[in-house]
């Protein structure tokens, strides 16, 4: 189902709730998960960090790519920042997931089920939701594996993955669940998408949340108001 799963990486590059719409809540969970993303133009790392309502995910995107950034959720605030080390610059917008939310008319159907079975993925236990849809005429398939309290979405119930999954493809989590783990089944062969690697329980600083110092603030510029100067006519 890599036309469902494979929205993570660009979502991520440009911009980074479960349940649809459903309230940010803080999980227990304090410290950096770091997952592994496998793209047709190589793998990529992506750390989120979590304390309480707040996330940050700094992503690389290996040597192909070379772009690397980061982007911090304040849950409490509901901003967005977005980092950009390339021109030590940062932007900060509105984040409010429950106004993104599509009409159900408008999310392709994806049928998801819980077949009852568990992995264990970087120590965590997780269980296996599956995912089928009918598209041209062929089935496309792919197994999810969420934990409780951790994972994208279960920590404080944003987050890239977890949201693109519910407008695009009407998936909607347990309170609390998180991805750790997505594998595409379209080619015959398991292909892991998506895979929680490391999971550093630790405490984080204020700090940790905030744009580094010494970074500009992007302002959009405001168009001129009134209509455009009248250009004279050359004699």
């Known amino acids: 189902m890599r036309a469902i799963i494979g929205v993570l990486p660009a979502l991520l590059v440009v911009t980074v709730s479960t349940g649809a719409g459903r309230a940010l809540q803080a999980q227990a969970f304090e410290g950096t998960l770091t997952y592994r993303v496998h793209g047709d133009d190589?793998?990529?790392?992506?750390?989120?960090?979590?304390?309480?309502?707040n996330i940050r995910y700094d992503y690389a995107e290996g040597p192909g790519g070379g772009?690397?950034?980061?982007?911090?959720?304040?849950?409490?605030?509901?901003?967005?920042?977005?980092?950009?080390?390339?021109?030590?610059?940062?932007?900060?917008?509105?984040?409010?997931?429950?106004?993104?939310?599509l009409p159900p008319k408008d999310k392709p159907q994806?049928?998801?089920?819980?077949?009852?079975?568990?992995?264990?993925?970087?120590g965590v236990s997780c269980e296996?939701?599956?995912?089928?849809r009918v598209e041209d005429g062929k089935t496309k398939e792919a197994n999810l594996c969420v934990a409780?309290?951790?994972?994208?979405?279960?920590?404080?119930?944003?987050?890239?993955?977890?949201?693109?999954?519910?407008?695009?493809?009407?998936?909607d989590l347990k309170p609390g669940e998180g991805i750790v783990k997505v594998t595409s089944l379209d080619t015959g062969k398991p292909e892991v998408e998506l895979e929680?690697?490391?999971?550093?329980?630790?405490?984080?600083?204020?700090?940790?949340?905030?744009?580094p110092a010494g970074?500009?603030?992007?302002?959009?510029?405001?168009?001129?108001?009134?209509?455009?100067?009248?250009?004279?006519?050359?004699?």
């Open 42 to 53: 190589g793998d990529k790392t992506i750390t989120e960090w979590v304390k309480g309502m």
């Open 67 to 101: 772009r690397d950034g980061s982007m911090i959720i304040d849950g409490t605030a509901k901003t967005r920042t977005v980092i950009m080390p390339a021109r030590k610059m940062y932007m900060t917008v509105p984040y409010d997931p429950a106004a993104r939310k």
């Open 110 to 122: 994806v049928t998801w089920t819980r077949p009852g079975k568990n992995e264990t993925v970087a």
């Open 128 to 132: 296996v939701i599956h995912g089928s």
């Open 148 to 171: 409780k309290g951790i994972g994208f979405g279960g920590s404080t119930g944003a987050g890239p993955f977890g949201e693109a999954l519910a407008e695009y493809a009407n998936l």
């Open 196 to 211: 929680l690697t490391k999971v550093d329980r630790r405490s984080l600083a204020a700090v940790d949340f905030q744009p």
């Open 215 to 235: 970074y500009t603030k992007f302002e959009r510029p405001v168009p001129a108001s009134g209509p455009p100067p009248v250009q004279q006519k050359q004699q």
